[in-house]
């Protein structure tokens, strides 16, 4: 099997080149170089390796856990971590079948009542506090510290509904550094980090913010893509080359939270964001990403050497309330 661009690759197997960037950037798959080629290349291994990630990803295996099973050899820890995925699976099958019997009751009893004309009161029946706090019981198997509101995000899960809010993002002046190329998100991302470090910028402004997006957008076919990122900054700091300074409109965005890596989301996210019953998307500057942004949420801790890396991010796509007739 002949080596592979990063292209090739990403349109063989539906896998972002920023998502293969990433996981490489973790040391879950390695890249090499040919001599006088600017691009990186994969060989077999790694491209078998690839496979495996996308097969366990689709399983739900958490990144950490793949590299745990790419890397143990022995395989013990491996049984260990599938073991305790299919404990957790077995933990939210139960949880959905315990608030499916308990919404069942309600259901009877709601509909009993409406049949002989009697408003019951469901969250004050004895019988159905006693069946909820079943959600908590040893019969089904469940954690003690197990809350509904996990139970929830759980089923959110398995009918893949987001968790998707509406934020309010306010005009900001912003520090921006765009790079097309190799890397760009890294490149981009370490000319914003020396900036933060020269001017102190937690100190002088510790509520900033830190978004990114691309800039341009890949191409199919093509190797390099852009990456733009963005810090607030006091309106009056300025700024030298390759560093520039803008305005920020700011606005309504529908917002989706993701743990560092998990890219894929974006494609749901969109989808469920065009059927949407209250808003729709409204496309504006910057237009890279159509205006969507990708907001780090611990960069304030990151920049301050607390935390080594990006935990999570906030997906965000600009939108706006439809019009009265629409929602008719």
């Known amino acids: 099997m002949e080596a592979m661009t990063i292209g090739e690759v990403s349109k063989e197997f539906f896998v972002s080149a920023r998502m293969i960037r990433y ?10 170089r040919k001599k006088e080629y600017a691009y990186r290349i994969y060989d077999e291994t790694a491209v078998k390796r690839l496979k495996q990630i ?3 990803r689709k399983l739900r295996i958490s990144l950490k856990q793949i590299a745990v099973i790419l890397n143990d050899k022995e395989q013990f820890q491996a049984l260990e971590v599938l073991r305790g995925n299919m404990e957790a ?20 009893r709601l509909d009993v009542g409406i049949r ?15 069946i909820a706090h079943a959600l ?5 198997h469940l954690k003690e510290d197990c809350s509904v509101e996990e139970l ?10 987001m968790d998707i809010r509406f934020v309010y993002l306010p005009p900001a002046t912003v520090a921006t550094s765009q790079y097309v ?11 914003i980090q020396t900036l933060i470090k020269e001017v102190d910028l937690p100190l002088k402004k510790p509520d900033f913010r830190v978004y990114g997006f691309n800039n341009p957008s890949p191409k199919e076919g093509e190797e390099e893509y852009g990456y733009e990122f963005w810090v607030t900054i006091p309106d009056d700091l300025e700024v030298k080359e390759p560093i520039r300074k803008r305005q920020f409109a700011g606005g309504i965005y529908a917002a989706h939270c993701i743990k560092m890596g998990d890219f894929h989301e974006w494609g749901v996210f969109f989808e469920q964001m065009q059927d949407h019953n209250e808003y729709e998307i409204e496309w504006r500057e910057p237009f890279g990403m159509g205006g969507s942004l990708e907001e780090h949420l611990n960069a304030f801790s990151y920049y301050t050497g607390k935390e080594s890396d990006f935990k999570q991010l906030d997906l965000l796509i600009p939108v706006k309330k439809k019009a009265d007739d629409a929602l008719e």
Request: hydrophobic residues 35%; negative net charge.
């Open 23 to 32: 996981y490489e950037k973790i040391g879950l798959i390695e890249s090499s």
């Open 89 to 108: 699976l077995d933990e939210e099958i139960n949880a959905l079948s315990t608030i499916r019997a308990i919404i069942d009751t309600f259901i009877h």
């Open 181 to 191: 190329g190799e890397n760009p998100e890294e490149v981009s991302g370490d000319r």
């Open 152 to 161: 929830n995000q759980a089923s959110e899960r398995m009918e893949r509904k």
């Open 136 to 140: 908590i019981s040893p019969k089904y």
């Open 54 to 56: 996308i097969i366990l």
């Open 116 to 130: 002989g004309k009697i408003c019951v009161d469901i969250l004050e029946d004895n019988e159905l506090i006693a």
